[in-house]
């Protein structure tokens, strides 16, 4: 499932104090990047990240992500969305 997602323009993600994402020992979140230089300008850099932080005292509410459309895409490498 999705827990966040992020383009440029799009603001940072922090959670409120009453609320985080349900976390267990057998949890595992991927991290996806996508590039994309389709002219092959040189000098491109990126200086994107992230924090995930933890904590071991519940918080009241669960957060989850509530998002239309789909999540299915399938692009191979070096393929094209057209």
Do not use: I
Not at 21 to 28: G, M, Y
Not at 49 to 60: A, D, I, K, S, V
């Amino acid at each position: 499932r999705v827990a966040y997602a992020w383009a440029p323009g799009a603001e940072n993600l922090v959670m409120p104090a009453e609320a985080g994402l349900p976390w267990s020992p057998e949890s595992r979140y991927v991290v996806q990047v996508h590039y994309s230089n389709p002219t092959a300008a040189p000098g491109q850099t990126d200086d994107s990240g992230f924090h995930m932080c933890t904590t071991p005292n519940l918080r009241p509410y669960d957060a989850d992500v509530l998002a239309f459309g789909t999540t299915t895409l399938d692009v191979p490498p070096r393929g094209r969305l057209d």
